[in-house]
């Protein structure tokens, strides 16, 4: 039987031995619990369903299936990251869903921030559950579930459901070998399972993804626009050692123009807002100072290499009274 809940004894997981000891003892346990059924992953490319999925793969092979729906909102190369590291290097049954024009149509004309998260929600239950049914025989749902969210929803601040509102017909038994893992440890053993620091390491990032970055209703070129400048400023961030040392930093592209001038011309175009904070449990976040020199140098960037892009701004707000996203 799977451990739930983690033991008080528990040392925590700061070394590749401990980490080590950590993935033998969840392959013994995840062989015993699914014997020769079949497992079933959403894999969003995230640090928590990575790990799961790496996991996994050493455990049980191809008895794995994992499903990646793009919907439109993941930042630029992880859909490609994702193929290349799971399909390409670990050999995994992955399923690539391409429901970009599926989700963008849903979320057309939508402004409201509560409903585009639900669209989105929603939206990425029914993808995953059609990709589901397609299946046979799958007895198990693997989940990358963690410590902390079982802390939260006991607690009662946060309700988590990664599995939540799957439909009726959909019964699975969990499989959840890093539920009893603090973050910290989830990472560790991602190291040990020979992910890429870029995965394992890497910033958080909503569920929402970039539609939350896209302010009122979401607009291909605003998104596009988005998941450009955000490219840009994590290169820059990595060239410059600030990534790893800001928690958290991307763009917002909001939903109005301003006039700049081109090559001579008058232009009419967006604004590309760069934002970067540093928190330690995200109910309050300060401001990183940004170099001057840096914010120039991105500034020069984005709007020469972002379509439809004339100005650069800096939130200098923290939270609060600003949230860390824009809505
Ligand atoms: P806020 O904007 O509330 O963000 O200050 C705090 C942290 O939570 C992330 N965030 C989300 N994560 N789904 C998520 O999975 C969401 O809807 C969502 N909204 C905000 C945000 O990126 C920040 O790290």
Redesign the pocket.
């Known amino acids: 039987m799977p451990v739930l809940v983690r033991p008080e004894n528990m040392a925590r997981i700061t070394t590749p031995e401990l980490a080590r000891a950590y993935i033998e003892e969840q392959i013994a346990d995840v062989r015993a619990q699914v014997g020769g059924n079949k497992v079933l992953l959403a894999l969003s490319g995230g640090v928590d369903s990575s790990v799961v999925a790496a996991l996994l793969i050493k455990a049980i092979g191809s008895q794995l299936t994992c499903v990646h729906v793009n919907h439109g909102l993941l930042r630029k190369g992880e859909p490609e990251q994702v193929i290349e590291v799971f399909r390409n290097q670990m050999n995994a049954n992955l399923i690539y869903v391409d429901a970009v024009d599926r989700f963008l149509d849903k979320l057309a004309g939508v402004s409201d921030p509560e409903t585009k998260?639900k669209i989105i929600g929603n939206e990425f239950i029914e993808v995953f559950a059609e990709e589901a049914r397609k299946l046979s025989d799958v007895k198990f749902l693997a989940q990358g579930t963690i410590w902390p969210d079982i802390l939260e929803s006991e607690k009662g601040i946060k309700a988590h459901h990664n599995a939540g509102g799957l439909p009726e017909d959909l019964k699975f038994e969990l499989v959840e070998p890093v539920r009893i893992l603090f973050k910290d440890e989830v990472r560790m053993v991602g190291k040990e399972l020979g992910l890429p620091d870029n995965m394992v390491y890497r910033q958080?990032?909503?569920?929402?993804g970039l539609g939350?970055r896209v302010p009122g209703a979401i607009t291909r070129d605003r998104l596009e626009a988005v998941r450009e400048s955000d490219a840009i400023l994590r290169e820059e961030f990595a060239k410059n050692g600030l990534e790893g040392k800001v928690w958290?930093y991307f763009t917002i592209v909001p939903d109005f123009k301003s006039t700049g001038i081109r090559d001579g011309k008058r232009t009419f175009e967006w604004a590309v807002v760069i934002r970067a904070v540093n928190t330690r449990d995200?109910m309050t976040?300060t401001v990183e100072p940004i170099p001057f020199e840096l914010m120039q140098h991105l500034t020069e960037r984005i709007t020469h290499e972002v379509a439809g892009v004339n100005r650069v701004l800096y939130d200098y707000t923290p939270?609060p009274s600003a949230?860390?996203?824009w809505e």
């Open positions: 998260r958080p990032f909503p569920g929402p939350v958290q995200a976040a939270k949230t860390i996203e």
